[in-house]
């Protein structure tokens, strides 16, 4: 059986001016410098700051990400970023398909598989974000829902070296609610059944995050679930405190 490492991801969203972005990435490397983390620490910013923050975690084993990309290399895309501008300003993952992305800017699955793959071209991990409504939730679609996000959303080329999966249930995000410890469980067991008949052995290294309200608090139980391979944090990420207390549950 595949042994994954742990990986907490850090989503600025759409936060953070220079100097106080600059002050909460220092404290970040700050706490990760000299330490032989057991797991992979990767904080995603707005794209402003990206060559900022590349410096304050020069030193230390945190890496860096984008929230999106565009599918294309490059080219008449106004307002767009390409996988291969975020790798050149030292991104080595890469946010595609978040709920905010699918419901703010209409992306379905077919595009997010699109910018997974332009990730993967770029030499980048994708971080493909699935995730059921509230409605769907309430209607007892969820593995439905998320099976077919899988499926539909990863490229040919995804395996374990390339891609990661969030799962974020549209519901629990930045609302402060969580599903139960075994509603999550269930959806990442499902997850992983999806993956190993629809996508092959190549996914057994695939991680599979849970996101949606991780908190300092609820960050060790969570993490304790089984086949939950780290976590996708929103709000918690914005409080170097509270987020290094959610990096050390994972490298408990
Ligand atoms: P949250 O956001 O932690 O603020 O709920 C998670 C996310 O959207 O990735």
Excluded at 60 to 76: F, N, R, T
Excluded at 104 to 122: I, L, Q, S, W
Excluded at 223 to 238: H, I, P, R, W
Aim: charge should be negative; hydrophobic fraction near 45%.
């Amino acid at each position: 059986m595949a042994v994954r490492r742990k990986l907490i991801a850090g989503n600025w969203k759409m936060n953070g001016l220079r100097e106080e972005a600059i002050a909460q990435a220092g404290d970040i490397a700050a706490k990760a410098m000299g330490q032989d983390l057991a797991c992979d620490v990767v904080i995603c910013p707005p794209t402003t700051l990206l060559a900022k923050i590349d410096r304050a975690f020069d030193a230390s084993s945190v890496a860096l990400g984008g929230q999106d990309c565009h599918a294309a290399e490059k080219g008449a895309h106004t307002g767009d970023i390409s996988a291969e501008m975020l790798f050149d300003a030292g991104c080595r993952y890469v946010i595609v398909g978040h709920s905010e992305r699918r419901t703010d800017h209409g992306e379905g699955n077919a595009t997010v598989r699109e910018k997974a793959a332009a990730a993967h071209r770029a030499g980048m991990t994708a971080i493909v974000c699935v995730g059921e409504t509230g409605a769907e939730h309430d209607a007892g679609e969820t593995l439905n829902v998320v099976a077919r996000q899988v499926v539909e959303s990863l490229p040919p080329q995804a395996d374990g070296a390339n891609t990661v999966i969030a799962y974020e249930p549209v519901w629990a995000i930045g609302s402060g609610r969580t599903p139960t410890l075994d509603e999550i469980a269930a959806v990442h067991g499902h997850i992983r059944a999806t993956l190993a008949t629809a996508c092959g052995a190549t996914t057994e290294g695939m991680r599979v995050l849970y996101g949606g309200s991780v908190k300092g608090a609820n960050a060790a139980e969570i993490l304790a679930v089984e086949a939950v391979d780290g976590a996708l944090v929103g709000g918690a990420s914005l409080k170097a405190d509270e987020f290094w207390q959610i990096v050390s549950a994972a490298a408990a």
